[in-house]
């Protein structure tokens, strides 16, 4: 199964288009992400990360909603029991 989530841009490290990068935030987490399918966008703004590429920006309530839904998840898997 894949996973994309997303993360806030916290500053650009490259702008080419081919080879753009930028320092991008995940829940206090700043890894740096391949920008060159999103190299419009700006820093402060949320994008879909997935495998360590920025594939599209989103905004920043449906960002917000989506990491609250991640956390639920988190919280349910650690009221789990682990099985004997």
């Given at each position: 199964?894949?996973?994309?989530?997303?993360?806030?841009?916290?500053r650009?490290?490259?702008?080419?288009?081919?080879f753009a990068q930028a320092e991008v935030e995940f829940d206090g987490v700043s890894r740096v992400c391949?920008?060159?399918?999103?190299?419009?966008?700006?820093?402060?703004?949320y994008v879909i990360v997935?495998?360590?590429m920025a594939i599209s920006r989103v905004n920043e309530a449906e960002a917000q909603r989506t990491l609250a839904d991640l956390?639920?998840?988190?919280?349910?898997d650690a009221?789990?029991?682990?099985?004997?």
């Open positions: 199964m894949c996973l994309a989530v997303p993360g806030r841009i916290v650009w490290l490259n702008r080419d288009a081919t391949h920008m060159a399918c999103v190299p419009d966008a700006e820093v402060g703004e997935h495998a360590g956390a639920r998840l988190s919280e349910l009221d789990e029991e682990p099985a004997s």
